[in-house]
Nanobody
Framework: QVQLVESGGGLVQAGGSLRLSCAAS????????MGWFRQAPGKEREFVAA????????HYADSVKGRFTISRDNAKNLVYLQMNSLKPEDTAVYYC?????????????????WGQGTQVTVSS
């Protein structure tokens, strides 16, 4: 069982930056693929980024590639999402997710555990 708690969301102007953090409980954090998803009002949850167990493999949605960076610190049970050059269309609730299989995937239904989400609002 893994519990996930996101933090770091907030209000930022377009072009600004935020860093989201996701704290995970459990001793086996390093064996989980971790992902970030987001959901804007009236829209479906969408994939943002994912990272493999050891951080060797990462994958990004085309809409954030080159602007967002996912990373993890297995010693601290943390995963991060550095978001730069933010746009109003990045406004959403951002969710951290964990997958108990060694394969990075973009499909939300393949993740086993989810956090409660943190709001990111980008003003124009």
């Amino acid at each position: 069982q893994v519990q996930l708690v996101e933090s770091g969301g907030g209000l930022v102007q377009a072009g600004g930056s935020l860093r989201l953090s996701c704290a995970a409980s459990g001793r086996t954090f390093s064996s989980y693929v971790m992902g970030w998803f987001r959901q804007a009002p009236g829209k479906e949850r969408e994939f943002v980024a994912a990272i493999s167990w050891r951080g060797v493999t990462t994958h990004y949605a085309d809409s954030v590639k080159g602007r967002f960076t996912i990373s993890r610190d297995n010693a601290k049970n943390l995963v991060y999402l550095q978001m730069n050059s933010l746009k109003p269309e990045d406004t959403a609730v951002y969710y951290c997710a964990a997958r108990n299989k060694n394969k990075v995937t973009t499909a939300a239904h393949e993740y086993d555990y989810w956090g409660q989400g943190t709001q990111v609002t980008v003003s124009s």
